[in-house]
C-alpha cells in the first residue's frame, strides 16, 4: 500500500489555511483528526502493518499529524485575533471628539413670568398668597359680591363638580384666582383680631370651559390685594405703572385706566398699557396704541366685610390678570396653546435656564 502523505499533508494544510472562520477550522478538524477523521484512520492502519512497514510508514504518519494539528493551532489563533481586532476596530471611541451635550431641562415662560412677579411685588412688601384649585361657591363668587342670580356668573364658564361639600356649597374649578383675596382677609383677621394691613399677590391656575386660540381650559392668573388705611385710587395706580415698568424693564410705560365694571371692586377701572409698533409688532412702551392688560379697583365694601373686616375702617384695591397673556406680550410668544403642548423644542426655545434667578438688580427675564 502506498499513500502519498505528502500530497495529502499538502491539501490538508491548504485547506486549513485557507478556512476564513472558526466553525470551517473546526469542520477540518473534525474530518481530519476526530474518530472518523482521515489521519486517525490512516493511524488505524499501522495495525495491520508489518514491522517493516511500520518503520517506514509511522513516522510519515505522525509526522503528518502533528503538521496538521499544529497548522489548526495556528489558524485558530490567527482567526480568534482577526476577530477580536476586528471587534477592537468597531467599538473604537474617538476621544478627541467633543462629548455630547446630556439633555437640559429649562423653566417653562409660565413659571419664569410668576417667578418674576413674585420678586418683583415682594420688593414692593407684598407677601404671595394661596387658595386651593377646588373651591367652593361661597369664595369663588357669592363672597365676591355675585350671588346666585348675578348675571356675571354665566360668563364664567365655570366646571362644576357633581356633588356638594360638607356645607352643602356647590364645589367647582375656580374660575380665577380672586377668591384668594377672601382667604387672605379671612386668615389675617384669625391671626390678628384687628385684621389688616395686608399686601398679598395670588399667582396660580384658574379654570373656565373653552377653547379656542387664545382661550385654553386651564389658565394662569395673579391676583393683588392691598388693605389698609386711607388707601384709594392713587396708590393702586402707583403700584401697577412700578410693576409693569419693573415687569417690561421699560421706563416709558403708560397707563391709561378707562372706567368698567367688576362685581368685587367699586369703583372699577380696566387698565390699558400703550404699546408702539416696531416691526410691525406691537411692543410694550410709548402711545401709539392701547391694549388691555388688567382689572382691578377699589374693593368693593361688601367684599372687605365677606373677609371679616370693618369696610369703614379698611379700605383697599385689588387687581387681577393673565399670567399667559403677561409672558406673551413680555417674550414675543404668539400662540397660547404652545404654553400647553408639552412640545421641548418650543421649550428649548422660550424656556429660561434653571440658574437665571429673576432678581430686579440683576434684571428679571434673560431668555436661555
Ligand atoms: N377676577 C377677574 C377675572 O377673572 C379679574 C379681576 C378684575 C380681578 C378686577 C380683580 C379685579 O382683582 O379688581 O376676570
Not at 377672601?182 to 394691613?197: L, N
Not at 369703614?312 to 384695591?317: I, L, N
Not at 390678570?321 to 410668544?333: F, Q, S
Amino acid at each position: 500500500m502506498t499513500v502519498d502523505h505528502a500530497a495529502n499533508g499538502q491539501e490538508a494544510l491548504s485547506r486549513i489555511s485557507a478556512a476564513t472562520d472558526l466553525d470551517t477550522l473546526e469542520g477540518l478538524r473534525v474530518s481530519l483528526l476526530g474518530k472518523q477523521g482521515s489521519i486517525s484512520a490512516l493511524l488505524k492502519t499501522l495495525g495491520a502493518m508489518s514491522p517493516d512497514e511500520r518503520k517506514v510508514e509511522g513516522p510519515k504518519i505522525h509526522a503528518l499529524r502533528e503538521s496538521v494539528t499544529e497548522a489548526l493551532t495556528g489558524r485558530k489563533a490567527a482567526l480568534e485575533n482577526a476577530a477580536l481586532e476586528e471587534q477592537l476596530a468597531a467599538q473604537t471611541i474617538d476621544l478627541t471628539l467633543p462629548a455630547p451635550e446630556s439633555p437640559r431641562g429649562s423653566i417653562h415662560p409660565i413659571s419664569q413670568v410668576m417667578d418674576e412677579l413674585a420678586e418683583i411685588f415682594a420688593d414692593m412688601g407684598f407677601a404671595v398668597a394661596t387658595g386651593p384649585e377646588i373651591e367652593d361657591d361661597w369664595h369663588n363668587f357669592t363672597a365676591l359680591n355675585m350671588p346666585e342670580s348675578h348675571p356675571a356668573r354665566a360668563m364664567h364658564d365655570t366646571f362644576y363638580f357633581p356633588d356638594r361639600d360638607a356645607e352643602n356649597r356647590e364645589m367647582l374649578l375656580r374660575t380665577h384666582t380672586s377668591p384668594v383675596q377672601i382667604r387672605a382677609m379671612i386668615d389675617v383677621v384669625q391671626e390678628s383680631p384687628g385684621g389688616a394691613p395686608l399686601r398679598v399677590i395670588a399667582p396660580g391656575r384658574v379654570y373656565r370651559s373653552d377653547s379656542d386660540a387664545t382661550h385654553t381650559p386651564m389658565f394662569h392668573q395673579i391676583e393683588g390685594l392691598v388693605i389698609d388705611k386711607g388707601i384709594h385710587l392713587g396708590h393702586l395706580k402707583w403700584t401697577l405703572e412700578t410693576f409693569l415698568k419693573a415687569f417690561f424693564e421699560r421706563e416709558d410705560i403708560v397707563l391709561r385706566l378707562r372706567p368698567s365694571y367688576f362685581p368685587f371692586t367699586e369703583p372699577s377701572v380696566e387698565v390699558d398699557v400703550g404699546y408702539t409698533i416696531v416691526n410691525g409688532k406691537r411692543v410694550v412702551g410709548g402711545s401709539e396704541g392701547w391694549m388691555e392688560v388688567l382689572g382691578s379697583g377699589m374693593v368693593n365694601r361688601k367684599v372687605i366685610a365677606a373677609g371679616g373686616l370693618d369696610p369703614d375702617e379698611w379700605q383697599g384695591f385689588a387687581f387681577g390678570t393673565g399670567v399667559d397673556r403677561l409672558a406673551m406680550l413680555k417674550y414675543g410668544m404668539d400662540d397660547l396653546r404652545a404654553f400647553f403642548d408639552g412640545d421641548v423644542r418650543w421649550l428649548s426655545h422660550y424656556g429660561f435656564s434653571a440658574l437665571d434667578v429673576p432678581t430686579l438688580s440683576g434684571g428679571v427675564g434673560t431668555a436661555a
